[in-house]
């Protein structure tokens, strides 16, 4: 990652190598330890510089951040973050000129009672391109993302993994954790919506080549949905998953398991959760660089728009 200047892809940009094999994917509690230290680092970043300058916008950053780390316990719930945290959270959020200094010493001892290696992966791998300040907001931001999509794809394979040997109530179990995260996923909009345009541009510029089009937990989850074609997703790195998509998996079960229209509900619900995440990237993607082209080579915001509208599982709408 320190040297990947020239050839450096998203993979490297975000740390996911490191994220894959010291924080291991496959492990939920990791993971989530992970994006509850990656938000809590977030928050004391954001407390530090509203320190040193109390604008407006300052403000309004350090607000949303810390509002990330009171919603932990949905979007990292595999993590158990002591409560006192996002009681002090609250408590800041409470007050108007609130300064997070009660919050950010919480935080920052909660941070040093994460796991050693997860604190060490949180501190190695923001490597920011610039000097800017607004990019370690958004490198943060992408991490906590990549582990909330991550954890999705777990939930979603271990649901078709249930429903192979019979278990419909385990695998809507699986998907309604994963709707409750991704309901979480305003919190995070907030504080990514506070990136400044001119701040951005310069950014952009050191990342050409790098996008979260690559992200290969993203497309995991849309891979074990429904059948889709691998062509449209040249960008993204090569995905090995199962044979069996959830959605051929439930059209088999539909008219013989008794538990098919209560999977169907948890379905429509992780559809409904994950297509209001790509509507709200859209509006953000609009608001930050209206309709240029993206770093990932796409035509932007207009490839986002028609990435939105698509269902995760197109064919429960012919079903109903
Ligand atoms: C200021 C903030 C952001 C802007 C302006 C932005 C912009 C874009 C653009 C233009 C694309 C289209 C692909 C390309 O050509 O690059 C894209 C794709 C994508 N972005 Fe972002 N992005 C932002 C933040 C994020 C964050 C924090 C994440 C979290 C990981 C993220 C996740 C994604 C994903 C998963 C895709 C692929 C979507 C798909 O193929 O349906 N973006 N983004």
Request: some cysteine.
């Amino acid at each position: 990652m320190t040297f990947d200047a020239q050839n450096g892809d998203y993979l490297s940009y975000v740390g996911l190598d490191y994220f894959d094999q010291v924080v291991r994917s496959d492990d939920a509690q990791r993971v989530d330890a992970f994006v509850a230290a990656a938000a809590m680092d977030l928050a004391l970043l954001e407390a530090r510089a509203l320190g040193r300058s109390a604008h407006a916008p300052q403000v309004v950053r350090a607000r949303a951040a810390t509002r990330v780390v009171t919603q932990l316990a949905r979007l990292a719930p595999d993590f158990s973050l002591d409560p006192s945290v996002a009681a002090a959270g609250l408590a800041a959020l409470a007050q108007p000129g609130a300064n997070y200094s009660s919050f950010a010493s919480v935080a920052a001892l909660a941070l040093n009672g994460i796991p050693e290696e997860i604190g060490i992966a949180v501190r190695l791998t923001l490597l920011p391109t610039t000097r800017l300040h607004d990019e370690q907001m958004f490198i943060r931001c992408i991490q906590i993302f990549e582990g909330l999509y991550r954890q999705v794809a777990t939930a979603i394979s271990m649901a078709i993994l249930d429903l192979h040997h019979g278990q419909a109530a385990a695998a809507k179990d699986r998907l309604d954790q994963a709707s409750i995260r991704l309901e979480a996923v305003p919190a995070l909009f907030r504080v990514l919506t506070t990136m400044p345009v001119d701040a951005f541009s310069i950014i952009r510029g050191f990342t050409d080549g790098r996008s979260a089009v690559q992200s290969r937990a993203f497309r995991e989850v849309e891979f074990a949905c429904a059948p889709t074609d691998p062509r449209n997703f040249e960008r993204s790195a090569k995905i090995d998953i199962g044979e069996d998509t959830l959605q051929d998996v439930y059209l088999a079960m539909r008219k013989t398991h008794p538990d098919a229209s209560v999977l169907e509900e948890s379905m429509r619900r992780l559809d409904r959760a994950w297509g209001a995440m790509k509507r709200g990237h859209w509006g953000i993607t609009l608001k930050v660089i209206g309709t240029v082209r993206g770093t990932g080579g796409t035509a932007g915001a207009s490839y986002l728009q028609n990435a939105a509208r698509k269902s995760l599982f197109p064919r429960l709408s012919e079903v109903a």
